[in-house]
């Protein structure tokens, strides 16, 4: 249910644009704009061999993969292949088609053609004798399939056998990609498109003689033809659709040709190898291409865009594409390419919309609105990468060159003056707010310093004036005419994060005042007092509760998100309830309500959407690979649409998420892949699966054919009317039962997918045949013999076989939570092992890779953003003295307490780290040389305060020499010029008298 705030929101989307938040349009439309998440299925994943040349689909969701070393199956959430009779299906497999009856052909290279059905396997024959199959097509819908293969020639499968189609003698000794069959209508029979090699494009209507189609219009070759394709049309003739190795696309509509290349469109090559249509529910016909470079959409007959930029298989050779549903009936896309088969959904939840800035801290604002013309307009700040507007489905980039002060952009507000849009502001790095004029930036005047470190965020705009925070020099506000600026000071509220009006009264979410009011021109502040935590806290965002109360809700560095309900603006109070999820992480940046009423919660790992039942919240956890673009967010970055969409910024660029419909999932299709008995294929003949021994051991293979997320399905198996409980529910897609009790057993398969929702369960009949002393006439001669003792004997082998049963059943689920537990421990070792690499073991401080890495980022950070790099380099005086007098132990005794020193006395953001010996080098950003050497008297300073270590009779302090250097980073040899200047001043500081700073001479 979707819910409106009456309140101004500052930060979100949902105020009118005059009071100076956004608000996008209700025609906003996603379609064209960003990438949905794909999955990648290589020989990781099971895949015979990476170069996928065929991809086909049942009508029941089963995907099917033809590769250069055979065919294969998804099977969960991977790849299971499939040998076929004496491994013919082990060869290359050119292509694959299915028809509506659950059929699967494979067209098997030198093996000819293979059909499966309810199963199994069988040849069709070879349509070209010796030649290849290059292609299967199937047209037609139930009780009116038509299958045809190309090659050598044409041939039509009849039902026994392959019929050659009589082509034209301009096709002789051509090979044939591809066809495509026109039904009869509008007066003109049947028609039948032929795609061929060399001989280009024919017609052949009825059973007239083919006659060769000339492809008008500018470009490269179009004899060379691998695909076609036929889009229908209500009321008018079809639309041909042509893929043309070295020519681009072409496209044939109401007898008039139209030609895409890399000549004259954005095509990335003209060597096209498959083309698949997708009509878009109020968006048109998208037209995706594989070609040699890459996967291309063409949208709308517009232009063609790329593919997703995260997955590479797409930016490379695409060999097939194949059009699939998930069992909700959502299209999915499948791609073949040489490196692996890719599977993207064409809808869900989240969608990438930008890349921008996530070479560094990725998107830091995200606004929406409105534009003059009806329209949607958003903009993006990024870290380094500067501002990007998508407007009329196109983006526009700003940066220096356009007059913006850094190209780093914090923060982005629309500024009421009196216009019908008002002004777009944004806040930089480096303490800067420029506002847009024209398709320029102009930089506004202000009272503060203009300092690399500092950054402006524009926390409000609305009739009442601008109010800004920055990160070192307090905050200020615009009242129309002039700044009133509020330094930080004791009673000032410092650095703010963000800011909500409620009625007369400012709130503000600050660096370490807790929660600050600003009301009647005062300020007051309310921290341990009303309950807060001791924490800093982020961005800040009114959310009110079910009885209409106004709570804010303030994501938090430590303590997660906090609610303070401000009803009472002199006596805030913390909410508890209903209680909150709790988070992976403590980190929380920040929340707001989506459209359908859920609580969408910024982390520093993941987003999660909390939706309220009762009272209680169910959390859904979201993370890369579900589409977000990084699992950091940027709590400011956080903004809803008109539609009830929430647009995050993170560290890896933007994304979109559109939360989904309510409506019930439909039970997935449970599929049985395959029973074998004794290690051996085995099948149930009306649904009856006789076992050949009493103790022949029975395993079963099956799969939930969800289309998606196949890797958190849940399976359960159980023998139904035993004595023993349910089987225990498992993510494995196969069961094994060592020995099943004789006589006429039931098996049962159930499922659940992702959500939960179960699938119609499974039953398998087992005939398991009794053991020779139960048969009629053993018993007859038991009891005639001794048959109490032979009784007792009988109920004791039959406990122990139920045992024993007992007893794998335990082995097999735990050799399982093993196999879970060493992948566990494997992925901490790695963490563990990465870790170690980077640190120095004797003082616990950054070793010299550490170091290294630490100095190239912040070279390129300062050069980027012009801001000064300090380094210092350290080195302990007469320290072979005390490993002389006391031993190398007291060294490094003397080593981890100058390392503890450094640790308690160096400022936030240094990297410090142990250099070789007793040398150590510390790396300060955005410190100019007066502060690097205020850093440095006081490390030497902590240095000297040492304590002299346990067996030193002397007494005598540990002391150190220091150089110091800053300077502003030209981006060529940074780390080494820095480090030699750094070199020479503590050479003079040595040649000086030790215990002394120097700084770099320049």
């Known amino acids: 249910m979707r819910r409106t705030l009456s309140v101004a929101v500052l930060l979100t989307c949902l105020a009118p644009a005059s009071a100076g938040a956004p608000a996008s349009p209700a025609n906003a439309n996603l379609h064209g704009m960003g990438w949905l998440p794909s999955d990648v299925y290589d020989t990781g994943e099971g895949l015979p061999d990476p170069t996928v040349n065929a991809i086909a689909a049942l009508p029941n969701g089963q995907a099917w993969l033809g590769t250069m070393r055979g065919l294969a199956r998804l099977n969960g959430a991977r790849v299971v292949a499939e040998p076929g009779p004496n491994g013919v299906l082990g060869k290359p497999i050119l292509s694959l088609a299915s028809t509506a009856d659950g059929d699967l052909l494979a067209s098997v290279d030198g093996a000819g053609v293979y059909r499966r059905h309810d ?37 039509e499968w009849t039902g026994t056998r392959w019929e050659p189609q009589r082509l034209p003698a301009s096709l002789a000794g051509r090979e044939v990609f591809d066809v495509g069959l026109q039904p009869a209508g509008d007066g003109i029979a049947e028609t039948l498109w032929v795609a061929s090699f060399g001989g280009g494009l024919h017609r052949c209507v009825g059973k007239a003689d083919c006659v060769p189609v000339a492809i008008d219009g500018s470009g490269p070759r179009t004899d060379e033809i691998r695909t076609l394709q036929l889009q229908p049309r209500a009321g008018k003739p079809a639309v041909l659709w042509l893929a043309l190795q070295g020519g681009g696309v072409a496209r044939l509509a109401d007898g008039r040709w139209t030609r895409w290349h890399a000549g004259n469109s954005s095509l990335p090559s003209d060597f096209v190898s498959d083309l698949v249509l997708v009509e878009v529910p109020g968006a048109g016909l998208d037209v995706w291409a594989g070609t040699r470079s890459g996967l291309a959409i063409l949208r709308e007959g517009r232009e063609w865009v790329g593919a997703d930029p995260r997955i590479p298989q797409l930016r490379e050779r695409v060999r097939t594409l194949a059009l699939t549903r998930t069992s909700q009936g959502v299209p999915v896309m499948w791609a073949g390419s040489d490196t692996g ?28 609105e409105p534009a003059a013309d009806g329209g949607e307009r958003a903009w993006l700040a990024s870290d380094g990468e500067g501002l990007a507007r998508y407007e009329h489905g196109h983006w526009r980039h700003y ?58 965020s524009l926390l409000l705009a609305d009739d009442d004036g601008v109010w800004i925070g920055t990160r070192e020099q307090g905050m200020a506000h615009w009242d129309g005419q002039r700044w009133n600026w509020f330094p930080p000071a004791r009673d000032m509220p410092g650095w703010v994060y963000a800011a909500v009006r409620v009625g007369d009264t400012l709130w503000f979410s600050s660096a370490g005042k807790g929660l600050v009011r600003r009301r009647g021109g005062e300020w007051r502040f309310f921290g341990k007092d ?140 449970l599929e049985l892949n395959g029973l074998r008995v004794d290690g051996k294929a085995a099948r149930a003949v009306d649904g009856v699966l006789a076992l050949p021994r009493a103790d022949s051991a029975l395993e079963l293979h099956y799969d939930l054919l969800t289309g998606e997320k196949e890797a958190a399905s849940r399976y359960r198996v159980s023998l139904l009317g035993g004595d023993g409980p349910p089987g225990s529910w498992e993510h494995l897609e196969s069961h094994a039962f060592a020995r099943l009790p004789a006589g006429r057993q039931r098996v049962r398969i159930e499922a659940q997918d992702f959500a939960g929702v179960p699938a119609e369960p499974l039953e398998l009949v087992v005939e398991v045949p009794h053991v020779w002393w139960q048969t009629p006439l053993a018993r007859a001669l038991q009891v005639l013999g001794a048959l109490a003792l032979f009784w007792c004997v009988l109920k004791l082998r039959e406990r122990q076989l139920r045992l024993r049963e007992l007893q794998l059943r335990d082995m097999v689920r735990e050799r399982t939570n093993q196999l879970q537990a060493s992948d566990t421990e494997l992925r901490r070792a790695n963490d563990e092992l990465r870790r170690l690499s980077y640190t120095d073991p004797l003082t616990g401080l950054g070793n010299r890779r550490r170091l290294f890495e630490a100095l190239e980022l912040h070279c390129r950070h300062g050069h980027e953003q012009q801001r000064p790099l300090g380094l210092l380099l350290m080195d302990l005086d007469h320290f072979k003295a005390i490993n002389d007098s006391h031993g190398h132990t007291a060294g490094d005794l003397c080593l981890q307490s100058v390392a503890r020193a450094m640790l308690v006395t160096l400022p936030g953001g240094a990297v410090a780290a142990r250099y070789g010996g007793e040398e150590f080098c510390v790396v300060l950003p955005g410190l100019d040389l007066a502060a690097t050497m205020a850093v440095a008297e006081d490390l030497r300073a902590a240095v000297q305060a040492i304590a002299p270590l346990d067996g030193q009779a002397d007494g005598q302090a540990v002391t150190a020499s220091i150089g110091a250097v800053s300077r502003v980073p030209d981006g060529i040899d940074c780390a080494d010029l820095l480090l030699s200047l750094a070199d020479g001043a503590l050479y003079r500081a040595k040649a000086a008298g030790r215990n002394r700073v120097e700084p770099a001479t320049p």
């Open 530 to 669: 009303i309950g807060l935590p001791v924490d800093r806290f982020y961005d800040l965002r009114l959310i009110p509760d079910a009885e209409g109360r106004p709570v804010l809700w303030m994501g938090s560095s430590g303590s997660g998100l906090v609610r303070v309900d401000v009803g009472d603006p002199d006596k805030p109070r913390i909410v508890s309830e209903p209680a909150l999820p709790v988070l992976p992480i403590p980190k929380a940046y920040g929340a707001v309500r989506d459209g359908r009423g859920d609580i969408m919660v910024c982390t520093d790992y993941g987003v999660f959407s909390w939706r309220p039942v009762g009272e209680r919240y169910i959390a859904t956890a979201y993370h890369r690979e579900d589409g977000v673009p990084h699992d950091e967010c940027n709590g400011k970055a956080l903004q809803v649409d008109a539609r009830g969409r929430v647009w995050i910024g993170t560290v890896g660029g933007a994304a979109v998420y559109t939360p989904p419909e309510t409506t019930p999932r439909r039970p997935s299709p």
């Open 119 to 155: 199963g199994e396997w069988r040849s069709l024959g070879s349509p070209f004798g010796g030649d290849r199959t290059q292609r299967l097509r199937v047209f037609g819908k139930d009780g009116d399939t038509r299958v045809f293969a190309t090659g050598s020639g044409i041939a």
């Open 341 to 368: 088969a890719v599977r993207t959904p064409l809808d869900g939840p989240w969608r990438l919309v930008s890349r921008l800035g996530s070479s560094g801290n990725g998107i830091w604002d995200v606004w929406l």
């Open 399 to 456: 940066g220096r060159a356009d007059g913006m002060p850094s190209d780093s952009a914090r923060s982005i507000r629309r500024v009421p003056d009196g216009s019908r849009e008002g002004s777009l502001w944004i806040g930089t790095w480096g303490g800067h707010i420029a506002r847009l004029q024209g398709d320029r930036f102009v930089e506004l005047p202000t009272p503060w310093k203009k300092l690399p470190g500092d950054a402006v």
